[in-house]
Nanobody, 117 residues
Framework: QVQLVESGGGLVQPGGSLRLSCAAS????????MGWYRQAPGKERESVAL???????DYADSVKGRFTISRDNAKNTIYLQMNSLRPEDTAVYYC???????????WGQGTHVTVSS
């Protein structure tokens, strides 16, 4: 089992920045991949940024060059630094952890990000 707690969402103007955090607890060594997903009103949930156990990362095309995913292993926390935010980035952002041996996905409660002037 893995528990995920997100923080850092809020309201920001276009062009601004936010940093999301996700603290994990539980079966940390079993996690193969963590990441951020988002779901905008009326749309399906989509992958935003992933970080693998190896340290490799992967980004959605729409956020490349603007968002950066990172982790602090000592704190069991991942981050999503979001720069040059656009109104279309408005969504609920969810932290995710994937354990391959169980083929199980774990989700945080979500944090709202609103980009508006």
């Amino acid at each position: 089992q893995v528990q995920l707690v997100e923080s850092g969402g809020g309201l920001v103007q276009p062009g601004g920045s936010l940093r999301l955090s996700c603290a994990a607890s539980g079966s940390i060594p079993s996690i193969n991949r963590m990441g951020w997903y988002r779901q905008a009103p009326g749309k399906e949930r989509e992958s935003v940024a992933l970080i693998f156990r190896t340290g490799n990362t992967d980004y959605a095309d729409s956020v490349k060059g603007r968002f950066t995913i990172s982790r602090d292993n000592a704190k069991n926390t991942i981050y999503l630094q979001m720069n040059s935010l656009r109104p279309e980035d408005t969504a609920v952002y969810y932290c995710n952890a994937f354990i391959a041996s169980y083929f199980a996905n774990y989700w945080g409660q979500g944090t709202h990000v609103t980009v508006s002037s």
